[in-house]
Structure formats: C-alpha cells, structure tokens
C-alpha cells in the first residue's frame, strides 16, 4: 500500500473530475432488550433514627428530536431498607443499530405522601451499554452510590397465567402474630457479581395466613426464562418484613414445563432439609407461541459459499494480491434453525472493527476554495465528508473496545501516480472518531494532487484482507470479529465492471461494505452496487446518499446500518460459526463513568397514579402503586 510523506505541503492541484451515480434500499434490523437495573452503596436518607432508604426506579426513554417524545417507560418496585437494591422489575427496550436511543434512569427513596426523595440520576445510550463487555454500565449517582445498566436479547416466548396457593406453611411470626407470605421467583445469570440466582419476579403479599391464596399472575417468559421451559427457576416463600428483611419461608426448584402440569400433590417448601409446607399450583397455562426466528434468512442460508484464502497481510494493511475462493475447498457449514442473531454474537464478544476509505479525487474541487466538498472550515464547523464520518464511525466505535481505525484515501496523484488505496494520517491506524478526522485532515498536508479516476477495487481488497486477518486472529484467542468498510465518495466508480467482481470476491469475507455518496451528484447509476444481486453470492453492500439524511444525521446512520446486523448473523451462518458465551466480567472491573446532570422533572401529585415527566412527551400509567403483583412486585405498604 502506498504512503505518502505525512510532512510535504498541500499541493493544491486537482484535475480529471469523474462522472458519478446511486441509491440505496434496506429492511430494518429491529432488535428488542432486556434492561436490568440496580444499584450500591446509595446514600442513607433515612437519618439516625430510622436509618433505611426504600429505593426504587424510573426509567424514561429520551425524545429525539422531532420525531420521538421523552416518555416514562416505567418503574420498579420499591425495595425496603437497603442502599443496594437489585430491582426485579425489568424493561424490554426497541433498539435499531443506527438509531439513538438514550434512557435515563433516575433513583429514588419512597417518601411519605408522595414526597420522594431523587438520589440521583444515570443517563445511557443504549448502543454504548451493548458494545460494553458483560454488555454492562456504571455511573456515579450525585447523591451517592453507583448505578448499574445491563441489556441483554429479549427471548419473547408468550405469557404463563400462574396461580399457586400455600398451605399449612409454618409460621416465622413467632407465637401470636402470623406470617405474612409472598414469593419470589429467580432464575441463574451471569451477572457482574458471577453466576447468582436472580429475582425475576416478585408476587403480591398476604397478610396473616399460613394458607395464602396469591391472585393469578401474568408473566412473560422472555423475563422470566428467555423463553426457555426447561430453564430451572427457583420459587422462595418469604414472611414480608417491613424493615426488608424478610425470612425465608422455604423453596422450591421446578421449571415453566413442569408447572404446566400442575403436579397433583404440589411443591413441598423445604428449608435447611426439612419440609415447611407445599404450593399447590391451580393455574399454568402458557399463553401464546414462541416467534420463529425472524432473524434467520432463508435466501441467504441457502447460498452455499465456497471460502477463499489469502496472503497474511502486513499490519499496515493492503497487500496487493487478493487470491480468489479455492473451488476445491469448501468452507460451508450452515447450521439451519439456530436462533441465533447479531446480538448474541455481541454479547458473546464479537467486536466490530471499522475502516474508513475516503474520496481524494479532483471531482471533490479544490479544498481550499469555500463550499466545495472537502472545504475544512477555519471556524471547525464539520464539512459532509467529517459529518458522516462522526455520525456512522461514533455507533460502530460502541462495539469495538480497541477504537483503532485504518483510514485509506483514494483517487489521488503521488510523484505523478494515481493511487487508489493510500493511507491517511502519519499512523496505520487512527485512534477513535477523532483520531479518523485528524488523519483525514493531515491528508491535505501529504503532498497529494486530487486526480482520479473512481476506483473502488483496492480499497475494498484491501478491507477484505484486513477483515480475514481480523477474524483469523481472533479466532487463535478464541474470539470473533467482523469488520465494516465505510466507503466515502463523490461520484460513481470509472469500471462497474471490475468493482462488481470484486465485490464478488470479497463477498464472503466477513465484511460489510457501506457506501455513502457526498455532494450533490447524480447518484441514480450507483444502485447497481446496492441492488446488482449475483447468483449464490451473499449482498454486503449498501449505498447511501449524503444529502437525503445531511439534516439529520440520526436518520443517515439509521440508513446505512440497518442491514449490517443480518449481514454479520449470514457471514457466521455460513460457516456454522454460533455465537460465543456471553462475556464474563466482574463488577469491580466495570469503568464507573461521572454522575450526570439530569433535567428531567417528574411529578408524582396525580390522583390518577400517572407519573409525569416534563418536557411533553407520554405519560406512564403504572400498573402498580409500587407494588401491584401485576408488575412483579411486592406490595411494600400492606
């Protein structure tokens, strides 16, 4: 790969504008999430005397701009007296790479009459907690303590109608008072703390009764077993304690299949080995089927492609040669059905690298002349090139922990040569977004005359190499790894014919190619790169046009990200690669970042139990009062 002299000075030439072209279409990879929440060491505002905080939580989703309103999402439980609640409350989140989407999760202690007490507030942007190891974040609260946020694939399944009855439990109340029994249900997770069992659900409590008849349940399997009938759940009666510490009645481990049948003679409590009464289930009735897996792509599981080797690759990249696929090694093995998708390939650690090829030809105009397309502004205002590049490279940089970036350059003239794959800035690798826009803007001061014609070809070779290099090493560590081309041009390529077949060749590597065309050109003829489909070749391409989205960077990464969660899932597909465990991680090694300034005011005066969040937007109607059973919570007032 060439590379220019960093030192040399801006030329200035720019000669043989070229002719350009296209569009692009792409269904949308909507995924869903889990959130859970909790958090430690929040401040005691409690006081001397009573010395205990019942925290609970709000989450609210956080408007973008015209388009979405800030709305309640919801709230958790309230749980007595502790500064480190682990909330059984969870949310299910619609979250689409690309597209922002910020929550914020304010902590509170229940006051009297409705007087509650903010302990501080963490706000999130989704897509950073996913790109996070253990798929988890921490921030300081401003009132003391630290919040913890963790997503996770929501594993939709249908409801369980679930009703269940005590009888003759044995009482922990002492001689004149009885019990007052609830249960909780928790299921095994590895979490930040290790592998625990975690509360899931918590039913309502009844007061003074050893027989308790809890009220019927509905409860979704994608939070209460991802969906999975044989996954073990443990069933613990507690006696409600107002102070939050509640005793342990006895337990109980079955499973959502096993309820189903309603065992005649029930479940028997046990405690330390011995029996304290039995369940009786009334009621287990799954409501709704599991979804096929919407994600797998029957077209795409059906291309039976060959793999293709090639040259190791210095670290500074493009090597020169690309060896096509090798008819006579087969590098497929699909695994059809495995449900499977780009976020468990996230979760299990799959990072997602990022290159960036920028247009240097003469097209562009001379960079020194105000409102032409590489203009770099004195007052730092971005120009269409930098925009893009921040908008699409600050989502992708969530899911690659490294942030280290090739920049290549194309269509430019060193020492009289047009080269069409150098390398921009002094180092084979920038470091995050900011390092990519210093790199590109050191460009100018290499010595380059802008030239042409478009190719494509090299740098998208070159990305390839760089890709299979990527994943080789990280399949020797036991790891994984996908890498997207963000291609920047301002016009179409000089042969469609070559840059077609190349991308045929490098179509099952495992790279995505995203093409975003700059300025003000007749882009129609590029859809040939977006649409062109040729036989048993998976697509990796997707153009976009700069212009169509330039006021509104949200919907321009929104459009050229939407295929690269299928793209990734077919790559692996394809080889019968499944995801890996999920990430193990410790709480102590989460980063804590510093607390926020929220300016979120909510209003709990309503007689209506509607909390109100300022700034317009939804409300939430509750369907608890912070303890209603039909939200997994205990009732903290009875």
């Known amino acids: 790969m060439f590379n220019p002299n960093s030192t040399s000075q801006l030329n200035g030439g720019y000669d043989n504008p070229s002719t350009h072209m296209p569009q692009p279409q792409g269904a949308k990879s909507k995924m869903k999430l889990l959130l859970t929440i ?60 690309g597209k922002p989407l910020e929550i914020n999760i304010g902590v509170f202690h229940e006051g009297k009459k409705k007087k509650h007490v903010r302990l501080g507030d963490g706000t999130f942007d989704v897509g950073s907690i996913l790109g996070c190891t253990g798929n988890t974040k921490a921030k300081k609260l401003k009132g003391g303590g630290i919040l913890y946020a963790r997503v996770e694939k929501y594993k939709g399944a249908g409801t369980i109608r679930l009703k269940m009855c005590g009888k003759k439990l044995k009482n922990t109340d002492g001689l004149f008072n009885k019990s007052d029994p609830f249960y909780e249900i928790k299921r095994k997770d590895y979490t930040s703390k290790g ?95 599991p979804k096929k897996n919407s994600n797998l792509d029957p077209n795409m599981m059906a291309n039976q492609m060959a793999a293709f080797s090639m040259n190791d690759s210095p670290s500074d990249g493009y090597t020169g040669a690309y060896l096509p696929p090798n008819s006579n090694k087969s590098g497929f093995n699909s695994s059809p059905g495995v449900p499977s998708n780009f976020l468990d390939y996230i979760q299990g650690g799959c990072k997602l690298n990022l290159c960036v090829g920028i247009d240097f ?70 470091n995050g977004i900011e390092g990519v826009l210093q790199s590109y803007r050191q460009t100018f001061g290499s010595g380059l005359i802008m030239s042409g014609p478009t190719v494509f070809s090299e740098v998208i070779f070159n990305a390839a190499s760089y890709a299979k290099k990527s994943q080789d090493e990280s399949m020797r560590i036991g790891g994984q790894s996908y890498t997207v081309l963000l291609l920047l041009t301002d016009g179409c390529v000089s042969d469609v014919n070559t840059t077609i077949q190349c991308l045929d060749v490098v179509s099952d590597s495992p790279l995505s190619v995203i093409i975003v065309g700059i300025g003000n050109a007749d882009f129609r003829g590029m859809t040939f790169l977006d649409d062109r489909r040729t036989h048993g070749k998976p697509d990796i391409v997707d153009f976009v046009p700069f212009n169509a989205h330039q006021n509104n960077i949200a919907s321009l990464t929104g459009a050229t990200l939407n ?56 409300n939430f109607q509750p369907n608890m009062a912070y303890g209603n059973p039909n939200a997994g919570a205990y009732n903290p007032s009875m």
Request: with cysteine.
């Open 563 to 618: 295929e690269i969660p299928g793209q990734l899932e077919g790559y692996f597909r394809r080889r019968g690669v499944m995801p890996l465990p999920p990430v193990k991680h410790n709480e102590n090694d989460i980063y804590v970042e510093a607390a926020d300034n929220s300016n979120l005011s909510f209003d709990f005066s309503g007689t209506d139990g509607v909390i109100r969040v300022s700034g317009g937007g939804n």
């Open 361 to 430: 030809t003469g097209s562009n105009g001379n960079p020194l002349q105000p409102g032409t397309l590489h203009y770099l502004s004195p007052d730092g205002r971005k120009n269409d090139y930098e925009s893009a590049i921040s908008g699409i490279g600050n989502v992708l940089m969530n899911f690659n922990g490294e942030q280290q970036v090739p920049v290549w350059g194309f269509g430019a003239k060193y020492g009289g040569s047009v080269r069409h794959c150098f390398q921009c800035g002094s180092s084979a690798k920038a």
């Open 195 to 289: 592998m625990q069992w975690n509360t899931v659900f918590r039913s309502q409590v009844v007061k003074d009764n050893l027989n308790p008849n809890w009220p019927e349940e509905k409860i979704d399997l994608g939070k209460l077993c991802n969906g999975d009938k044989k996954m073990s759940l443990t069933f613990d009666v507690l006696d409600f304690e107002s102070s939050g510490k509640h005793v342990l009645m006895g337990s109980f481990i079955t499973t959502v299949g096993e309820l189903e049948t309603k065992p005649s003679s029930g479940y028997s409590l046990m405690k330390k080995g011995r029996k304290t009464g039995t369940v009786m289930v009334e009621t287990a009735f799954v409501e709704g089927k």
């Open 38 to 97: 909790n958090a430690t060491k929040l401040s005691n505002v409690g006081g001397i005397v009573n010395q205990h905080t019942d925290p609970f939580a709000i989450v609210t989703v956080l408007g973008s701009g015209l388009t979405t309103n800030t709305r309640v999402l919801g709230s958790t439980e309230v749980i007595n007296n502790t500064i480190n609640p682990d909330w059984a409350e969870t949310f299910v989140l619609d979250y689409e790479l």
